[in-house]
């Protein structure tokens, strides 16, 4: 079992930036692919960014060149820093690791963006 809790989420204006952090338990972080996904009001759930374990990363079309996905094996954590944020951008943040049929997923973390 894996727990996630994600952080850094918060209130900012058009065009400002946040980075989500999100912190996961036990010892095989190093082997997961982590994700993250969001889900604004009304909509389904998208993937927005994601990092296997041997470092390949992807990106949502909506997100490319203004988001940025990491991680950090030493510290079991997955970031995603966020830039040039749009009122779109908002949505509930959640944190999501895989390996093979398991997913496991963080409690998420509130962006939103407005004047």
């Known amino acids: 079992q894996v727990q996630l809790v994600e952080s850094g989420g918060g209130l900012v204006q058009p065009g400002g930036s946040l980075r989500l952090s999100c912190v996961a338990s036990?010892?095989?972080?190093?082997?997961?692919?982590m994700d993250w996904y969001r889900q604004a009001p009304g909509k389904q759930r998208e993937l927005v960014a994601g990092?296997?374990?041997?470092?390949?990363?992807s990106y949502a079309d909506s997100v490319k060149g203004r988001f940025t996905i990491s991680r950090d094996n030493a510290k079991n954590t997955v970031y995603l820093q966020m830039n040039s944020l749009k009122p779109e951008d908002t949505a509930v943040y959640y944190c999501?690791?895989?390996?093979?049929?398991?997913?496991?997923w963080g409690q998420g973390t509130q962006v939103t963006i407005s004047s």
């Open positions: 036990g010892s095989i972080f190093r082997i997961l692919t």
């Open positions: 990092i296997t374990s041997g470092g390949s990363i």
């Open positions: 999501s690791a895989s390996r093979f049929s398991a997913r496991y």
